[in-house]
């Protein structure tokens, strides 16, 4: 089942974009009549039916809608300092929209190597994790915050802080993880977050964990929490 993304649908006809369209009709050779399946990110699954072959302004008639497909009551927040390889954490956006992700931010650090990030083509990448894994909800991606901002006005009910430091005590992030509960964790880049970080955090709220025995990237310490998350939640 081929979905296609359609966030501004609101009445019982839609036209896909013309990069929809040309996937739809050249690429899937779709004709009159097929059915056609839709996503609006927002929860919305529709069932649609092609009455408009133009491969640039691909015509449907919508015959059935549900509303709440896939929902869960559980949120999941990953707060991640961009890695230095774009690819990276391309790569980690991809695999947790897959796994089940509801928002991210990327989070500016004292030990950040990249700074500069390019939303509109991270969101393709959300969109089409999402198509792909046959979801109807779009991962929420805020824009880039300091660190500091971020801790300091942040009121997750779990809040998590993952850090390397060896010599301080941290549970798992498994034996602490509470279901049904809202869930934020902290994902610091390559250098780990600076003892001056991990204080702040501590100070409002944030418990210190440990997400396995090795050392993790940061992309890869990223989808573990994802992963872990869901798995106590499943």
Not at 45 to 64: E, Q
Not at 71 to 81: P, T, V
């Amino acid at each position: 089942m081929q979905l296609f993304y359609t966030p501004d649908i609101n009445s019982d006809e839609y036209t896909l974009s013309k990069e929809e369209s040309r996937h739809c009709i050249q690429v899937l050779r779709k004709k009159i009549e097929d059915i056609i399946y839709l996503v609006d990110g927002k929860g919305g699954f529709y069932k649609a039916i092609l009455i408009g072959d133009n491969p640039k302004s691909c015509h449907l008639k919508i015959d059935k809608v549900e509303r709440n497909y896939g929902k869960s009551d559980l949120h999941i927040h990953i707060a991640i300092a961009p890695t230095k390889i774009n690819e990276r954490f391309e790569w980690f956006l991809e695999k947790s929209t897959e796994i089940g992700i509801n928002e991210i931010t990327p989070i500016l650090c004292e030990h950040s190597e990249r700074k500069v990030l390019k939303l509109q083509r991270m969101n393709k990448i959300l969109v089409t994790a999402m198509k792909q894994s046959k979801q109807a909800y779009l991962p929420k991606l805020n824009a880039a915050v300091s660190f500091d901002s971020f801790v300091s006005n942040n009121t997750t009910e779990e809040r998590y802080i993952a850090h390397c430091v060896e010599n301080d005590e941290k549970k798992q992030l498994k034996e602490v993880i509470k279901k049904g509960a809202d869930t934020l964790v902290l994902i610091g880049p390559e250098g780990d977050f600076s003892p001056k970080e991990i204080k702040h955090a501590l100070k409002h709220g944030f418990s210190a964990v440990s997400l396995a025995n090795n050392r993790l990237r940061t992309e890869t310490a990223a989808i573990v929490s994802c992963h872990t998350i869901n798995l106590i939640n499943q």
